[in-house]
């Protein structure tokens, strides 16, 4: 197994000395378990207990005597979530991805407002999200799906295709070079693990169909792995997620909803809702056909959830450094100077 097979890069490289390399060997995480982590390197591949604060896909300079010592190397990105319940924590899903490809069918399981959400993410992170619609079989027009999921973005790309047909691998090859990791992200049933399946060239990953009654899927994926194909590419399979509560990822809202954002810009009052305020360049827009008012009211759906979000996280986060209490993580690598 080779660095590069693995999605070392000089990103990584330029944060550690040659000597540092040398007594602590980089390794990639590649899951994640209750009480465990498994990580991969060059001649290694073993499990270690587990480290707060890390991922899925993150790099750490692996002290053998001592894995707690372990250092995380400053990520290039980093996909996360308001974590489902109540205490409203923040869950971390991936780190270092290039590629997110977010999966929905081509039936009842395909929600714009969810792709939105998933762009936003992907946007956020800085990691180049591309809209896969399978399941194309289900539908005697899989252009209307092509339609509505282009229309969020004409940057985006958005690829239809049936995940258990020969040319699956091949219409998502120019995003899976050697060296790139890339993830499937979407609801359980949408065929995460069958497309991963195409990549790797096997059929290691356990699949199930998705129910007749409801369009849904069943969860066959319960953790998330990341695989390394004999291609180079890393390829990360995850659980189905339904509910994708954002926070703090403003900036990726701003690229997803570009053109709304510009509008506001030119709103009379820095706070204005888009409601009846006066000189609202967004309600112009809207009387003159410009804007689509369900696209409008989702923007300020995702807003006001992500602005909530972050306020709460932040909140607790100064309420649990008040606490002072000693937490056992793994340490931040500061790069070298």
């Not at 809209?131 to 289900?138: F, G, N, T, Y």
Request: with cysteine; net charge neutral; charged share 25%.
């Amino acid at each position: 197994m080779s660095l590069r097979a693995l999605g070392w890069s000089e990103h990584f490289a330029d944060q550690a000395t040659s000597a540092a390399l040398a007594q602590t060997p980089p390794v990639r995480i590649t899951q994640v378990h209750r009480n465990t982590l498994h990580i991969q390197g060059v001649d290694l591949d073993t499990i270690i207990p587990s480290l707060q604060g890390v991922t899925v896909g993150d790099w750490l300079l692996f002290d053998k005597e001592a894995p707690h010592n372990s250092q995380l190397l400053n990520r290039k990105s980093l996909i996360k979530r308001r974590a489902p319940g109540h205490d409203r924590k923040e869950q971390l899903i991936a780190a270092n991805l290039d590629t997110a490809f977010v999966v929905t069918s081509c039936n009842n399981d395909f929600s714009l407002a969810r792709l939105e959400r998933y762009v936003a993410m992907a946007h956020d992170a800085g990691v180049t999200p591309v809209i896969i619609l399978s399941k194309i079989d289900l539908t005697t027009d899989p252009s209307a799906f092509v339609e509505q999921a282009q229309s969020i973005s004409p940057q985006i790309s958005v690829v239809s295709l049936d995940a258990r047909s020969l040319e699956a691998s091949g219409l998502l090859r120019p995003w899976c070079q050697a060296g790139q990791t890339v993830a499937f992200l979407g609801s359980s049933g949408v065929g995460k693990s069958t497309l991963t399946n195409s990549l790797a060239g096997n059929e290691a990953i356990a699949t199930q169909d998705i129910r007749a009654s409801d369009d849904k899927g069943r969860h066959t994926t319960t953790g998330r792995q990341l695989y390394i194909l004999r291609s180079g590419c890393a390829v990360l399979d995850t659980p189905g997620m339904r509910e994708i509560q954002l926070t703090d990822v403003s900036s990726g809202l701003e690229e997803t909803f570009a053109d709304l954002h510009a509008l506001q810009q030119n709103c009379r009052f820095n706070d204005c809702a888009h409601n009846t305020e006066p000189g609202c360049a967004v309600q112009a827009a809207i009387a003159s056909g410009d804007v689509d008012v369900p696209r409008l009211q989702r923007w300020l759906k995702l807003v006001a959830e992500d602005a909530e979000n972050t306020k709460f996280l932040a909140d607790r986060k100064r309420r649990d450094r008040a606490k002072n209490k000693p937490e056992k993580s793994v340490s931040k690598h500061s790069a070298k100077k």
